[in-house]
């Protein structure tokens, strides 16, 4: 009943809002962990 009380532009928003949060988030864990892949393949390749 709560949720039918609220506009539907206005949840739309807060969800879309809330996955751009997560969106940056992830992006930059994902950034790290290709950073520390390629200096694990520059550690390797010197080792050869």
């Given at each position: 009943?709560f949720?039918?009380?609220?506009?539907?532009?206005?949840?739309?928003?807060a969800?879309?809002?809330?996955?751009?949060?997560?969106?940056?988030?992830?992006?930059?864990?994902?950034?790290?962990s290709?950073?520390?892949?390629?200096?694990?393949?520059?550690?390797?390749?010197?080792?050869?």
């Amino acid at each position: 009943a709560f949720v039918r009380a609220l506009p539907e532009q206005e949840v739309i928003n807060a969800l879309i809002g809330n996955v751009k949060l997560a969106g940056a988030g992830l992006l930059k864990l994902e950034q790290k962990s290709k950073a520390e892949k390629k200096e694990k393949r520059k550690e390797a390749d010197r080792k050869e």
